[in-house]
């Protein structure tokens, strides 16, 4: 429990506000913000007066370059497309990112996880050694998809994410 708490803690940085948010013992929502003042917040998205679209997480910086919705084979469809930058002294051998797609009054109705970092894929393995840069997906004419979302739910564009797993390589 205690590491998904330590977790939550680091999960949420904005590149426009430094404020982060955690989830005490109690189950509480804080709101930390970069004065050293906090407050008790209902939601995530409360804080937010745009979408999320980059985060630093132990010296990752995501950033979701582009999401809209796309034309796909199988009809429309969310599209995004990731930039992450390592700029910790660690290699990064797996990454996962869940979006949380918000609807037009700002609330989470959907979400996917992505592994935009992953040592062990068959198709295309990816380590993230310190000072690399990965796009994900790494072709600048695709992106990764959200199937199965509700498109006329979703305010086009809004989105907040989190990294939910994070490994290192061993012996650094």
């Not at 929502?29 to 630093?56: G, H, M, Q, R, V």
């Not at 979006?99 to 700002?106: E, I, M, N, P, S």
């Not at 989470?108 to 592994?115: N, P, R, T, V």
């Amino acid at each position: 429990m205690k590491i998904i708490l330590i977790i939550i803690t680091l999960l949420f940085s904005s590149y426009l506000l430094a404020d982060e948010v955690m989830i005490n013992n109690s189950g509480e929502t804080i709101l930390l913000k970069d004065d050293f003042t906090w407050e008790y917040i209902e939601s995530i998205p409360e804080i937010a007066e745009e979408a999320l679209l980059e985060i630093n997480y132990q010296g990752i910086t995501i950033t979701v370059e582009e999401v809209r919705i796309i034309t796909t084979y199988s009809g429309q469809e969310a599209g995004l497309r990731f930039h992450i930058k390592n700029n910790s002294s660690n290699t990064v051998t797996k990454l996962k990112i869940t979006v949380y797609f918000l609807d037009k009054t700002g609330l989470a109705f959907f979400e996917k996880s992505y592994i935009v970092v992953n040592e062990d894929s068959w198709t295309n393995p990816i380590i993230l050694k310190p000072n690399y840069t990965v796009l994900h997906p790494s072709d600048n004419d695709r992106y990764s998809t959200a199937e199965g979302i509700d498109l006329d739910e979703w305010d086009e564009g809004q989105i907040w994410f989190e990294v939910t797993e994070i490994e290192y390589a061993e012996n650094e």
